[in-house]
């Protein structure tokens, strides 16, 4: 009998590949299908579930499901030890199916039941060593998402004023009412809290209590995208107001978590951080109207970020489960091809020439570039793409450099076959897809005209970001640690602003104590006085007259009547 892993594997890639040349084929043509499949019949009313199948939807799957199998094969080693192998592959393949009902649904009622069972399965996930960590790691996670989750709720209930829920049909409707602003603005905020922009950026860093290769899948191209799809499937619904909000929110978490993976030691946050932040630049090109550039920056994106993931869970898993970068070092001298595999996602992720990531990357920045907007925003955007090019270097000059910090006891090789032929399946992706995707994705060229000085922007806050990486990171027995020496600074700032600390003890701590001063004042208080208690004494005080009057009912009976014979006579 097949191995789970191989069954699934083999499956994935199939159905990845067909879909991929599918959607080549949607494109060349120009085809949009809607599959509608009758559920039943209630009163004359069809409940009908709706499929939309475009090139869009097609060519994220194929990404979505071709991660997975690179995912579910790199497992099998990954996960060698674990008694219930088979448990995770199934919930992993319930997350993979989660994330296709969203992607194919055109209905508010079915993409809820994808965007929950993401929510449900990223829980299961999150929580699946079982101590305390992953559980307080799951719940944030859980309760952010729910956030959301309500939402989109709402946004279902205000669809009713259209008679369905089939949105696609309704995008352009914001210029003639209010009703669709609203569910827009809805579906942001559901977006927001799924994609962790700020103020709900703390789950994401958190979600590390996972296994790494759940990390590499959410990370990429489920359930952290699925905020971007979303946005990018109602882009024709956005106001002027909206854009510009989200524009500022989401270069301030670009910002943000740019510069916080910048103080963080912990290898999974670091890359979790950089996810933060590209999400942070889908949003930003969102934002600008730019809705298929987001699309293409979030495909090259799964790409990269997924190999990147593989790569540190190699690594962690080489090092006995060790995830602190001052641990390491010297790692090229034992583990060469996951080293090289890594420098080849790192280079892509900042943008270096002719790697995937520099297609979308800089075609962002042209484009943005081209638009009319403040000094801050340009600022903030150049600023973001320098600090990824900072952390990325730190990284290697951590990892990569020197001598092996770890025990010497330990011998690391690169004995684990299966991960590297894994990582090697998404490592020719990572090169080619970049060129291959611009050419599919747009059927015209974008026309820049820029000056020479901000065409090279990119270029030069690259060679200054390498330039920071390498002094912040630096430590030698003659140069102080800079993130040493601002101990505090750097403490806020990997913290990323305090989020977190008040995105659980702010959201935690003040409900309880409130509740705990209801329950003593109020619930076990002054209402069981006046309430409850004050009832059943009144009530048994008068149910014992009763009752005494019940048992001696004759006696009664014959002095009532003496009395009333009295009051007669008088």
Known sequence: MMNICLRYYVFFLVLSVSLFLSSVWFINQDLVYFIEYELLLLNSTPIVMTILIDWMSLLFMSFVLFISAAVIWYSKEYMEGDF??????????????????????????????????????????????????SLNAGMITALTNRIGDVALLMAIAWMLNYGSWNYVFYLEEVKMDSYMKIITSLVILAAMTKSAQIPFSSWL????????????????????????FLLIRFNYSMTEEMLLILLFISSMTMFMSSLGANFEFDLKKIIALSTLSQLGLMMVTLSLGEYKLAFFHLLTHALFKALLFMCAGNIIHSMMNCQDIRFMGGLVQSLPLTCVYMNICNLSLCGIPFLSGFYSKDLIAEVMSMNYLNIYIYLIFFISIGLTVSYSFRLVYYL??????????????????????????????VVIMGSVLSWVMFDS???????????????????LGMMVGYLMAKFTLI???LSLKYINLSNYLSGMWNMPILSTLGVNFYPIVLGNFYVKSLDQGWTEYFGS???????????????????????????L??????????
């Open 84 to 133: 219930n192998l088979d448990r995770f592959i199934l919930l992993v393949v319930m997350f993979v199916f989660s994330m296709m009902l969203l992607i194919i649904s055109p209905n508010l009622i079915s993409i809820l039941l994808g965007w929950d069972g993401l929510g449900l399965v990223s829980y299961c996930l999150v929580i699946y060593y079982q101590n305390v960590k």
């Open 205 to 228: 860093p958190a979600a590390m209590a996972a296994p790494t290769p759940v990390s590499s899948l959410v990370h990429s191209s489920t359930l952290v995208t699925a905020g971007v």
């Open 400 to 429: 990569f450099v020197g001598e092996l910090n770890f025990s010497s006891l330990v011998a690391l090789s690169e004995k684990s076959l299966i991960m590297l032929k894994s990582m090697g399946l998404l490592i020719f992706l």
């Open 445 to 463: 060229f974008y026309l820049i005209v820029l000056p020479f000085s901000m065409k090279i922007m990119t270029l030069i806050m690259i060679f």
């Open 479 to 481: 140069s102080s640690n």
């Open 533 to 559: 208690q004050n009832l059943y004494n009144f009530f048994r005080y008068n149910a014992k007259i009763f009752q005494f009057i019940f048992s001696n009912n004759i006696k009664l009976f014959f002095m």
């Open 561 to 570: 009547t003496v009395i009333f014979l009295l009051f007669m006579m008088f």
